[in-house]
């Protein structure tokens, strides 16, 4: 082998060792806990976060130079929203082309330097992988929609209507109107849940699934902690197209409401799950489920009987009692850490309205955002933070359709307004644009980017980023915090949210004031084998403190302490 043969060799062995997965080289601790249980989630939406180039759209470059940040901030592993390429009829979630970047945000090797910084900083890489449907610009497609005896024409759903005109049964996309599309090369209808844009695939064709499967061991070689795995409801439907019976009254997009009985949450997403977390498994990876669900006993078989499908299935349950409500949240939280998995708590993101917005009151609303942040950051579980929640980032509803970016809004309006105003730009200082770019960014930033942002707060010992910086340092330090159970107390009080995490016989007391006014609460611990006196501040607003087993709490005050025996 020459020289020059040899130094080429050896860079590209280093190269392909620099993309080992990030997930590989986190260990499980001596006590079996996996990494992923310790690891506090960041979501970003590529588009809004940071733009290197000032084209008023974010990209990789912009997520790989803010990596400090999200260290210091606490974070361990970011999910980004979908970043291949893609006509961005949906934002990205019409992927053309799964193993690439779309030139928007950069490219593969920008990718690629983007997992080498992150490892330096301690950030791991999650991908949103978008499971249930391609772009209907994907080569699949193209050539699916081709002819009847294309080579990929069973990749995706195709049926003749019901009658000339017709499509072939009563089933409505999220997006408005019938989930069927006429195309008039075959002359059939080609299925889509969603937009028009989004054609279905057909996970019962096993060359799909394996096409898919392959896809997610591409990403991990490439140094992918995990995914995101979206729409994972919907992967299949009734395959003999059953109508789905008709409810009362119309939806946003003005057509019958419908129980989708007949092409949501069929059995078979299970099997599927299985796979992908088999193959997950092999680079010791993460998967998290957007799973919608109404009761927990649903929210249970997204783990799978053997703890063999979603590591982390999100609760949006929690994320539905949209009010401070120690009653209702206790009640939730109880029923999630019962379940038998290892909880994932989330208040907001890219199709949620903020947090700032559903739980403040209008005067309150950074004080609000500080208790919100102290309460899930201190379960038991593991949270997924929404870009901008720790600077108390609000939503910038558009107030006009010419406005509208999303496509769920431009259909619906003006009774659905779309989720552009939980999608804006990152807030880092109070420069033009909040500093996000020079150029008019692709949505418009808040007025209130001049008091919220990071360069403001970093400076403000009382801000909502000095909380969640708090409250995250103590996250990473605190074994009860890490490890503990969570045991609920005073469960009669309707102002309190208060509760012990223990391990070990060290205890982590959290109280929080969900009311307006100032409270008291008593604690006994001696049942829990603590002593009453024993409370050592750890993080608490000003005017909350403990004196013996007696809290005090400012209005939306929050105070943790650690217990002592």
Not at 171 to 181: E, P, V, Y
Not at 263 to 268: G, L, R, S
Request: aromatic share 12%; with cysteine; proline share 6%.
């Amino acid at each position: 082998m020459s020289k020059r043969v040899f130094l080429i060799f050896s860079l590209l062995l280093a190269f392909s060792c620099s993309l080992v997965s990030f997930a590989q080289t986190k260990a499980v601790d001596a006590e079996g806990h996996q990494w992923w249980q310790h690891a506090v989630f960041y979501e970003i939406y590529p588009r809004s976060f940071a733009d290197s180039n000032n084209d008023g759209v974010g990209d990789l470059k912009g997520i790989t130079s803010k990596m400090a940040y999200l260290h210091d901030l606490g974070v361990d592993d970011i999910w980004i929203s979908p970043c291949f390429p893609s006509p961005q009829v949906d934002f990205g979630y019409d992927v053309s082309d799964y193993e690439n970047i779309d030139p928007m945000y950069g490219t593969l090797a920008d990718f690629d330097h983007m997992v080498a910084e992150g490892k330096k900083h301690h950030v791991g890489i999650i991908l949103d992988f978008v499971v249930n449907h391609s772009s209907d610009q994907h080569a699949w497609f193209l050539d699916s929609k081709s002819s009847k005896t294309a080579a990929h024409r069973d990749w995706y759903i195709w049926r003749d209507g019901k009658a000339p005109g017709q499509p072939p049964n009563n089933w409505t996309s999220i997006f408005g109107g019938s989930a069927w599309k006429l195309d008039p090369t075959t002359n059939q209808y080609y299925y889509h849940f969603f937009y028009a844009a989004q054609p279905d695939l057909n996970w019962r064709n096993p060359v799909v699934e394996t096409a898919m499967l392959d896809t997610t061991r591409w990403w991990y070689k490439r140094g992918v902690a995990g995914f995101r795995l979206d729409a994972v409801d919907t992967l299949f439907e009734d395959p003999i197209l059953t109508d789905n019976p008709i409810e009362p009254g119309t939806n946003k997009q003005g057509d019958p409401n419908q129980e989708r009985k007949y092409n949501d949450k069929f059995p078979e997403v299970h099997d599927v799950l299985q796979k992908l977390r088999k193959v997950a498994d092999e680079s010791n990876a993460v998967l998290i489920g957007e799973t919608w669900t109404d009761n927990i006993d649903e929210l249970k078989q997204y783990y799978g009987q053997h703890n063999n499908e979603l590591q982390m299935p999100m609760d949006f349950m929690f994320t539905a009692v949209n009010k401070l409500s120690p009653p209702e949240l206790r009640k939730q939280i109880a029923a999630v850490d019962g379940a038998g998995g290892w909880p994932v708590y989330v208040i907001s993101n890219h199709d949620i309205v903020r947090s700032y917005n559903r739980y403040g009151d209008g005067k309150n609303n950074d004080a609000i955002a500080k208790l919100m942040g102290a309460f899930y950051l201190t379960l038991r579980g593991s949270p997924i933070m929404y870009y901008g929640e720790e600077l108390g980032m609000e939503n910038n509803d558009p107030k006009r359709k010419e406005d509208v970016k999303d496509p769920i809004g431009q259909t619906g309006w003006p009774q659905e307004i779309g989720r552009d105003g939980e999608r804006t730009p990152m807030q880092w200082n109070t420069e033009v644009n909040a500093g996000f770019s020079t150029k008019d960014p692709w949505l418009p930033v808040p007025p209130s980017y001049k008091t919220h942002n990071v360069a403001t707060e970093s400076k403000d010992s009382n801000s909502v980023l000095s909380m969640y910086k708090k409250v995250l340092a103590l996250r990473h330090t605190n074994q009860a915090l890490l490890e503990g159970s969570y045991t609920a107390l005073n469960e009669d009080d309707a102002n309190v949210m208060s509760y012990l995490r223990s391990y070990k016989g060290k205890a982590v007391l959290v109280a929080l004031n969900m009311s307006a006014s100032p409270q008291k609460a008593t604690f006994n611990l001696a049942d829990k084998g603590f002593s009453p006196a024993s409370l050592k501040t750890l993080v608490a607003t000003p005017q909350s403190s403990a004196k013996g087993s007696e809290v005090t709490l400012e209005p939306f005050g929050v105070f943790i302490a650690e217990v002592a025996k």
